[in-house]
């Protein structure tokens, strides 16, 4: 049994859609990045890698490149589950904590569950995404970007 650990953060910006584990959701400004800045798809993906022992996104698709440009997160965390396939693992469970001061993210978890399980191929079961806000305080507090952690476990087949 192993488990990863993954982090990320992005920076707000008009003009983009806001795409949170897959689901875009209504706000006034969207995540900056060289793909889809799907920041809750992009830590679940550094868990996997982590876990894996096979590195991290940015040595995957790097965004130096533009075929990964305004790339579909969800699609990416889809290979990567894959690649974890291939070296004989199972995924046994993900856990992730968006942290935002806005867009209010409740009404939307469970649609975000659907597409990360549909896209690691594992249960709804199997994942948890919780969301919070940081009372106010740091750069989420002040509504500059949104940050995710996660954490997952696998297993040898
Ligand atoms: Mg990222």
Known sequence: MRIGHGYDV???CEGRP????????PYEKGLL???DADVLAHAIMDA???????GDIGSFFPDTDDQWKDADSIKLLAIVASYVRKEGFEI???DATIIAQEPKLRPYIDLMKDRIAKAAL????QIGVKATTEEGLGFTGA??????????????K
């Open 18 to 25: 806001l795409i949170l584990g897959g689901v875009t959701i």
């Open 92 to 94: 046994e469970n993900i």
């Open 122 to 125: 594992i249960e709804i079961s």
């Open 33 to 35: 990045g060289h793909s």
């Open 48 to 54: 996997l890698l982590g876990a894996a022992g096979l």
């Open 10 to 12: 992005h920076r707000f």
């Open 143 to 156: 509504k500059e970007g949104i940050a995710a952690h996660a954490v997952c476990l696998i297993t040898k």
